[in-house]
């Protein structure tokens, strides 16, 4: 689980250190980050409180001080696992697979509402987070609440320009990647199941996900009944 701590700019910046050195230059520095959030708070409609729209582990393990949580969806966008992570939830010989938000459909998740005098220092650590490699472009995106109000929201949807990008995989291999992958952040299945289980703790119904989940878990059943009769 990922504390505030592991959000601050010293850990940041020390991670960035580390994928560079590795040869992942496209990790973000501290003055491109600022400069993303910058953008963004220039792009939130004059007037509008600030929400965050949640998806994936944001709706499991925030790691943000809100002032108000609702669910909720928005319409346009789906979950998708369509990105590599050869580091955080894999490694290179192994990527694991993140979610982002891709062009069609419909998605429901977590809407946070930020206090005001906040916004500028959760917002800078959600960025810590989120754009740590460039993965992802933030967006402000029409957001129902379940209380029937509609809001805008920030939200991060894919990078397709990125080299990181794999798009829509066959349910097979991504299945298999999200099973067996293992990185410094830990399993990329567990990545997965939490996030499916929160969803259905909120009364999501998301077909994308369970049917991942019947397939990993079937693919770990499989790799453990293949050893034992080894």
């Known amino acids: 689980m990922l504390t505030r701590e592991d959000l601050s700019s010293e850990r940041i910046d020390q991670i960035v250190a580390d994928a560079r050195a590795a040869g992942y230059d496209f990790f973000l ?21 600030t929400w965050i729209f ?3 582990s944001l709706m499991w393990n925030p790691a943000l001080e809100y002032a108000e949580v609702q669910p909720c969806s928005v319409e346009g966008w789906r979950r998708s696992f369509c990105f590599w992570t050869p580091m955080g ?4 010989e192994l990527p694991g697979l993140m979610l982002a938000l891709a062009d069609g459909g419909q998605c429901e998740g977590i809407a946070y509402r930020l206090s005001p005098e906040l916004v500028r220092q959760e917002l800078g650590l ?7 490699a460039g993965l992802y472009k933030p967006r402000w995106v029409p957001t129902r609440l379940r209380d029937g109000r509609t809001v805008s929201a ?3 949807v894919v990078e397709t320009g990125h080299c990181q990008y794999c798009g ?8 298999y990647h ?16 939490n996030t499916a289980e929160h969803a259905r703790s909120l009364g999501i119904n998301d077909p ?11 693919l770990r059943e499989d790799r453990v009944s293949a050893a034992a009769l080894a």
């Not at 993303?36 to 409180?49: K, Y």
């Not at 829509?168 to 299945?175: F, N, Q, T, Y």
């Not at 999200?178 to 199941?193: H, P, T």
Request: net charge negative.
């Open 54 to 56: 949640a998806y994936g």
């Open 29 to 49: 520095s501290t003055p491109q980050r600022e400069a993303s959030l910058n953008e963004a708070l220039r792009d939130r409609p004059p007037g509008e409180e």
């Open 208 to 218: 994308y996900l369970e049917e991942l989940v019947a397939r990993v878990v079937r």
């Open 154 to 156: 920030v939200t991060f």
């Open 178 to 193: 999200i099973a067996f992958a293992e990185g410094r952040r830990g399993a990329c299945r567990e990545y997965l199941l």
């Open 126 to 132: 959600l960025w810590n987070r989120e754009m740590l």
């Open 89 to 92: 939830r894999g490694t290179p």
């Open 168 to 175: 829509d995989l066959p349910i097979e291999r991504a299945a």
